[in-house]
Every structure is written in C-alpha cells, then in structure tokens.
C-alpha cells in the first residue's frame, strides 16, 4: 500500500487515580497517537506509550513527536510500497526510538490489516478468544490506602495483583497485601530499576511471600546484576525496562537473567517484534505475559490480541478501560471473571472516537504527506 497521509495527534487524558511508580507520579497521559490514511482511503490507528518525561526508558512523547515527523513519516509517504513487515528495513536508518517506530507499526498493521479483513489475533496469532487479567498497583500514600485499592481490584475480578515497589515500599506493604489476598491470588511486584546488587539480602526477604515474580530491579543495562539476584533469591526474576529486542531477550536468558519476560510491544519497537519475543521464549519455555503503559482503547486492543498468543501464560497488566480513564478514546475494556475478551474486527477491532480525539487535543493535529 501507498501511504497518502500521516496526522500526530496529541492529546491529554486523566487518569482515575494518581499512579505512583518509584520514577514519580502520574496524573495525566499525555499522549501521541498516530492517524494514517493509505492512497485507498484505508485508515489506521496507532498509539505512542513512551511517557511524558524519559524516566521509564529513554523515550518521551516529545522525542518520539520528532523522530516521527522528521524521520519516520518522510520515509513512509516517500516509499512507493508500505508494509508492515517492511518497515523494519525501512526505518532501519533510525538507531532506537523504539516506541516511536512501534506507534508507526501499529497505524500502519491496522490499516493493512483492515484492507485486508484480518484481525490483529488473527494475524498475530491468538489462540484465545479471551485473555487473563491483572493489574498493576501504584505506590500509594499509606498501607491502609493500598489494602483498599487491592480490595476493589479483587473485588473486581483480576486474577493477578502487582504492586509496584521501590526502597522503603516493600517488604511491609507486600506482606500486608499477601495477607488481606491468602495464599491463593497469584502476587508479584514490579521495582522500576529502584535497587541495586547491595539490596540483595533485602530483596531476599520478599521469598516468604511466594511471588509469582519480581519484575526489573536493577538498572536497565545491567544484566549482569540480575544474574546475581537470580541466583541469590527463590522469587523468579523477570525482566522488563531491560529487554528491547528479540536478540536482548535471547541473551538474557542464555545468562540467567530473568526466567519470565514482560513483553510491551512499545518497548521493543512493535508488534512483530514482540512476536518474534514471544516465539524465541516459547522455543526455550520462558513464559511471557503482555506488559501495559497505562494505554488507551487504542492500543489496549492490540495488545488484548497479543497476550492472546500461546506463550502467554501468565496474566498480564491489561486491565480493563476504568482502571485508567473514566472515558476511553474507543469503546471500553470490560472486564468479565477477570477476562477481557479479543476484538474480533477488522484491524484493532475498536473505532478511535475522533470527537474525542479533538476534544481532548493539547494542540492542534500536525498534517505531513
Ligand atoms: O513498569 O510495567 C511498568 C506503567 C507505565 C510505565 C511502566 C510500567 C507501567 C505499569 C502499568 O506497571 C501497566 C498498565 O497497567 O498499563
Ligand atoms: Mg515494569
């Protein structure tokens, strides 16, 4: 296909609650989606997850804005034949900028696979009409506030709780949490690089509460480090902020970094590449499960579809629309026992709300062909 227009849109949606991570504190997504339109007049819809600020990874919208509208755009309406497979190639002149290249992606899959009738599961390769869920829980301001907020999520049927962790936020509130959940609700923890290889014997202590797994401890470029935790503690170590690329996942298993990954197509640069993580774990029975960056419908669809693949044996942190946003830019995410259930459409399977999209614009849609 021949693509005949890119918009960025950039708009701003509050979240329903604060989520604090150990990198700080977020109210607001301010986010970059990407609208393209083929020669055909085939739409397609992409969203941005790098954050506001580059705390998470390099990545931050305002880079990505740029990357996109001086580098990634001329190349796509400059190719006289786009495909989704081919963009890798096609961007290959772009060192990183992985979740700007991964927002292209997924506008540029959804336009080819709605001019071609196929869902994403479809083409990803679900095997699932419907996927496990859990969801991911901030810091919060005191341990009393947090047992509420884990008793909603509960009550609400996730099959998984995680609850994000840094120094000074950690072994008490885990265990308090165990216990308000019992022993039978899967429970694990997510540090956002906030520790360091002299924080070992305390990460130790979190053994007694039978994690399903502790997600990215250490710095991002320090596999070494996760090398040593894994063999100091019983809690399975899984790697996330660490693990860019397919070749990045192959290498840290081979080293006994992580035996579980967290797979966001964001991060690796998109979506096949995050099948191509996906399948390179399977072959070595890693399990995978579908990481999220507190994504709207649009991208929320996507990744459904995704976590619908095999190797995603775990519940990942898709968790339905309300636990983000009290108007979503699609029709909602519900979530039923615990489940949400795979678009079966055309493409994403959800229609963007472009009302929506204009209302809530931080300033006016930026035109390139
Ligand atoms: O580390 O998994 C993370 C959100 C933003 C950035 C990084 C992370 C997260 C989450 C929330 O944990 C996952 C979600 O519910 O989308
Ligand atoms: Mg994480």
């Known amino acids: 296909m021949r693509i005949a227009r890119l918009t960025l849109h950039r708009i701003a949606m509050p979240l329903v609650r604060p989520f604090e991570t150990s990198f700080g504190v977020q109210t607001v997504r301010d986010v970059v989606l990407v609208h393209v339109v083929t020669a055909d007049g085939v739409e397609g819809w992409g969203e941005c997850v790098a954050g506001a600020d580059p705390v998470y990874s390099s990545e931050y919208v305002s880079g990505c804005e740029h990357v996109i509208e001086r580098y990634l755009a001329p190349a796509l309406l400059s190719a006289a034949d786009v495909t989704a497979e081919g963009l890798h190639t096609l961007f290959a ?43 991911s829980v901030g ?70 509460f ?93 990744n459904v579809a995704l976590a619908a693949l095999p190797g995603f044996t775990l519940p990942g942190d898709t968790s339905a629309s309300r636990r983000y946003y009290a108007e979503d830019l699609t029709e909602p995410f519900e979530l039923v026992e615990g489940r949400l259930r795979v678009p079966t459409g055309p493409g994403t399977g959800v229609t963007v709300r472009e009302d929506l999209v ?8 930026l035109l390139l062909r």
């Open 93 to 135: 002149f772009v060192v990183g900028h992985r979740m700007a290249k991964a927002a292209v992606e997924a506008a540029i899959l959804d336009a080819q696979l709605r001019a071609s009738g196929l869902s994403f599961g479809a083409y990803l390769g679900a095997v699932r009409n419907e996927v496990d869920c859990g969801v």
């Open 139 to 208: 810091i919060a301001p005191s341990i009393a506030e947090l047992l509420d907020e884990v008793r909603g999520y509960a009550a609400e049927g996730y099959r998984r709780i995680k609850l994000k962790i840094k120094p000074g936020w950690d072994v008490e509130p885990v265990r308090a949490v165990r216990s308000l959940l019992g022993g039978a609700m899967l429970l694990q923890v997510d540090a956002n690089t906030a520790y360091t290889t002299d924080d070992i014997d305390l990460l130790r202590e979190l053994d007694e």
């Open 358 to 365: 204009a209302a809530w614009a931080t300033r006016p849609p």
């Open 210 to 302: 039978d994690l399903l797994l502790i997600e990215q401890p250490f710095a991002e470029e320090d596999i070494a480090a996760h090398v040593e935790l894994a063999e100091a503690i019983d809690t399975p170590v899984c790697l996330d902020e660490s693990i860019t690329s397919a070749a990045v996942a192959i290498d840290a298993i081979a080293r006994d970094a992580t035996s579980i990954i967290n797979v966001k197509p964001g991060r690796v640069g998109g979506y096949l590449e995050a099948v191509r993580i996906h399948d390179a774990c399977r072959h070595r029975d890693v399990p995978v499960w579908c990481g999220g960056m507190l994504e709207t419908g649009i991208g929320r669809a996507a």
